[in-house]
C-alpha cells in the first residue's frame, strides 16, 4: 500500500523529505517544520501503518505477512518519483533510516545526502555486535505486543520519547498516533524491524550519511551510530545531548543545528560544481552544533 497524505511545505531549490518510523506520523516532525520550509521545498508523508494516515484499519490482518524494509523501500522510491522529487536530502528516522539506506542503493540519483535519526540496522545483540538488546528482551517484548498492544505502548511511549514528565505535549504527539495504530499490524512491523538484520546494507550506502543519535537512546543507543558509522563508506556520527528516541520531538533546536549544518554544506558542494570533496572537521559546521559532539569526520563528494 502507497504511503499516505502526501504534501510538499515551503518552497526552494532544495528539497528534504521527511519520513516517521514506528508508531509516528509526520506529525513528528511538527517542531522543525517551519524553520526548514522557511528556504527549502519538504516532502511530508505517512507510511500507510500510521494512525496519523487515518487509515490505520485499511492495512488489515492479510496484509501484515507483506511488511519488509525492501517493500518500503520500493513505496518510498515510487512516491518520489511520482511527486517529481530527485536529488533530495533524505531525513528518515528510526525504521525509516533503512529504508531510505536501501531506496538509495536502488535508485542513488534521487538522494544527495542521508540523515538518519535513530536508525539502527539490527537490534539484537551478538558475539561481535551490540544492538541494545538481548535476544530473551525482544522475545519478551514481541509477545507482550501481541497479546496486548495497547498496554504495551501506554508504558512504552514515555519511555521512547524520554523526558516525557519534561515534555508532556512530545509524548502526546506520540501517543495519539501510537495508540491509533492496528494491533495486528503494529505487531506485523515490530516483528520487521526488530528481527530484523540489515548490517549486511551498510556497505553498499554511496551517499554520504549523517547518523543523529541521542545520548540516553534506549532504542537505538550511540554505540549502534559508532557501527553503522564504521561501515558505511561516507558517514559522521553526530551525538545529540538527549533523552529518549525522538530528538526532533525533544530537542528540536539541537536537531535544526544538525540539519542547517547538512544543508549549508551541501549547498555549498553544489555551489562548487559537484565532485569536490567537502571535509567536516571538528571545527566545522557539524562540531559547532550546541550540545552535538561530532565523532569523526566525513567526506562528502556529490
Sequence with gaps: ????????????????????????????????????????KVVLFDWDFSGGGGDGEKAAAEEEEEYTFEGFADELVALMEEMGVSGAVYVGHSMAGMIGCIASINRPGLFTHLVLVGASPRYIN????????????????LATISSDFLSWAKGF??????????NPSAAETLARTFFAMDPRVAD?????IFLGDNRGVLGRVAAPCTLVHASGDPAAPPCVGRYMEGRIGRAALVTVDSAGHFPQLVAPDEMLRILDAVLAEEEEAAAKGGGVAIVMEER?????????????????AT
Excluded at 506485523?188 to 520487521?192: E, F, W
Aim: charged fraction near 25%; glycine fraction near 12%; include cysteine.
Design 1 to 40: 500500500m502507497p504511503p499516505l497524505n502526501p504534501r510538499v511545505v515551503g518552497c526552494g531549490e532544495r528539497t528534504l523529505v521527511l519520513s516517521h518510523g514506528y508508531g509516528g506520523s509526520q506529525a513528528i516532525w511538527d517542531r522543525v517544520l517551519p524553520h526548514l520550509a522557511e528556504t527549502n
Design 126 to 141: 551478538s558475539d561481535d555486535y551490540e544492538g541494545g538488546f538481548d535476544e530473551p528482551e525482544i522475545d519478551a517484548m
Design 157 to 166: 511511549v514515555p519511555l521512547i520519547v524520554g523526558a516525557a514528565a519534561d
Design 188 to 192: 506485523a512491523l515490530a516483528r520487521m
Design 284 to 300: 566545522g559546521s557539524l562540531a559547532a552544533v550546541g550540545e552535538v559532539e561530532v565523532k569523526g569526520d566525513i567526506d562528502v
